[in-house]
Each structure stands twice: as C-alpha cells, then as structure tokens.
C-alpha cells in the first residue's frame, strides 16, 4: 500500500535528520558523509541543514552516468534531512556534560539505523548518497564493500581536511552500522521495494 510505504518514507527521513544532529550534538565524532557535510558548512559558513541538502542534489548529477533512476524517496530525502537536522539543532542545546553527549552518540547512532532501515525499506527510491553505492556496483562490478568503503573512505577524508568532526562516534558509527542495518532494514522491507533494499544491505555488511 502506498499510503503506507510514503508514511514510512517520511517518518524514517525526519528520524535520520534527527540522529544527525544527536551526533552533532554529542560532538564526539560524526558518520562519514556528516564529517563531509560539516566541513563544508564550516568552510562555507552555510547552515549544516542546507548544506546536506545541496550536496543531495548536486550528488544526484552523478546518477546520470551510473544511470540511476530518482523516486520519490530520493527527492523527499533531499529536500527533508538537511531540513530537519537544521531544525532539531536549533531545538537542541550544546551539551557540557560527558554522560550525555555519550547519551546523545548512542542514541544518534542507533536512530540513524532505524531511520535508514525504514525510509530505504519503503522502497520508493534510494537516497542520493545510497544510490551512488548501488550505481558504482552496476556499473564497476566490484565487490560491494570495497566500492561502499571506497566512497566512505573519500567523503570521510575530506571532510576532515576541512574540519568537519572525527571521533570515537566516526569509530563507533562505521563499526556498528552494517550489522545494526542486518537487522533494521529486514523489518522495515517491503516486498515492492525489496531490490534496492536488498543491495543496500550487503553493502552495509
């Protein structure tokens, strides 16, 4: 049922922008493309927010030569995430206390899986990011955790090199999220949408 695969679309994006900005929040380290996405907005001295939805977009223009088709749920993610992180920043104060910022990791970390399990689940479209992965695998045929590694590896770089925030999160983020998807992304897989989902999850292992 559409009505309630797009349900599950949404409330998995506004999840994800939420985990972005516990991590952020926490400030002991971020995943990957959030490392990228805050150094630029360092460096830019755009809002974090609008920077993961520019970079969404801008993103989607490799997908020509991959020939990666967008859905619906590729152009919900660009226009939601950015936009909720942004607002749940403005909502969460910075945090002093070393407990909570740990708190607030976890929670980031864990959440973020969930969210990624239940809006690719849904199967309305990839992600920009997502379908970068999925597109390299079509078209190189390499082994899907060398090509995974390989463009986490390279936003994680420069992101760093621009300032953005590495830590024990990036660690903990890299470490615990293909086995947190092995068992998120089951649960919230619909049939329709079970192919790309299905490629996301061993890429994730």
Known sequence: MFLRRFTQLQLGLFLYGLS?????????GLNPWSVFHQ??????????GLVVNGVGLLVLLL???????????TICNVLLIGTVADLCLRVLPPLDALWLRSVFLIAGVLLNAV??????????????????TTGLLRVTRWEVRWVRTGVEATVLALGWLMGGTVGVGTVLFVAT??????????MFTRPEGSGPASRLARASS
């Open 20 to 28: 972005i900005a516990l991590m952020v929040r926490a400030e002991l």
């Open 115 to 132: 969210a990624t399990g239940a809006y690719i689940g849904a199967g309305l479209g990839p992600g920009p990011r997502d379908g970068i």
């Open 177 to 186: 999220t293909g086995p947190l998807l092995q068992i998120f992304l089951p």
């Open 39 to 48: 150094g630029l907005s360092d460096v830019t001295g755009v809002s974090m």
């Open 63 to 73: 997908w020509i030569p991959l020939r990666q088709k967008p859905g619906i749920g």
